[in-house]
């Protein structure tokens, strides 16, 4: 099932461990030429996913859940690499504290690319060893991601939370994270971090497709009713959604895409055995 068009809408510690990284000439790269030496090729960098379940690697227990990062490498030139390090269950805070953050860095190289996208967790209120309040500890916690990516000479890359499927009794699809999209999108503006608004993207999405349809992209079973995860048909649509955007705001070269119109059929997701 393609998606429709999407309509366009407008470890490691805490903050100030990493704050000299913010002097980095990286700081004020707009794309992927800011990396290129005349008369060399330019190698070809990695994209690395710092986020939650909805765009984690799922495996065959878990199936047809699926993860918009699995999807991604659909669109992307076979010479570049995601390396998928998003984990269920995981917010801004708990990825760092678990070191994650830490690991990633210990790998990613200069040019690369690190997608940070958080807020699902974050917004758990009674769990105290996730929860982040959107104006302080959430926007602190996604500084340390912007400064450590900054301080290796890679690029951070802030995206809003994807939005669940909810929609109201007159049909409009409603959005369910508060106020995390609006600090995240207040500190890529404080920071000079580029912003993928994937919340009012797939918000945007939703309400073209409307309720029944959306279903068919969401984690729904015989036996399950998931409104956060989706199925094959929704990590495509979103995995597009980060695409198109990294093209539109020249994170990527345009030759770094592939596929961006096409129809990708749901046969492509698979689903390794557990590690």
Not at 205 to 217: D, F, M, S, V
């Amino acid at each position: 099932m393609e998606e429709a068009e999407p309509v366009t809408a407008a470890g490691l510690g805490r903050r100030g461990v990493l704050a000299a990284a913010g002097t980095l000439a990286l700081a004020a790269a707009t794309g992927p030429a800011a990396h290129a030496t005349p008369g060399a090729t330019r190698r070809m960098p990695t994209l690395h996913i710092a986020g939650d379940s909805t765009a984690a690697q799922k495996y065959a227990d878990a199936a047809p859940e699926t993860g918009w990062g699995m999807a991604l490498p659909f669109f992307l030139h076979t010479g570049l690499r995601v390396a998928n390090h998003a984990v269920n269950g995981r917010s801004s805070k708990s990825f760092l504290d678990e070191g994650r953050l830490t690991a990633i860095l210990k790998v990613i190289r200069s040019g690369d690319l690190l997608l940070v996208q958080f807020g699902h967790n974050d917004e758990k209120r009674a769990d105290p060893t996730r929860y982040t309040e959107p104006w302080s500890t959430y926007q602190d916690c996604l500084r340390t991601y912007v400064d450590g990516a900054r301080a290796h000479g890679a690029r951070p890359v802030l995206l809003t939370s994807v939005e669940r499927r909810k929609f109201d009794a007159e049909g409009t699809a409603r959005p369910t994270h508060g106020d995390y999209p609006a600090a995240m999108r207040a500190l890529a503006r404080q920071t000079g971090t580029p912003l993928l608004d994937i919340q009012a993207l797939s918000l945007a999405l939703w309400q073209r497709l409307g309720a029944e349809e959306t279903k068919k992209y969401f984690n729904w079973t015989a036996t399950e009713q998931d409104n956060t995860h989706f199925n094959p048909p929704g990590a495509i649509a979103v995995a597009r959604l980060v695409a198109r955007r990294l093209r539109d705001q020249r994170l990527l070269a345009t030759g770094d895409l592939r596929r961006l119109d096409d129809t990708i059929p749901p046969s492509w997701i698979t689903w390794p055995t557990a590690p």
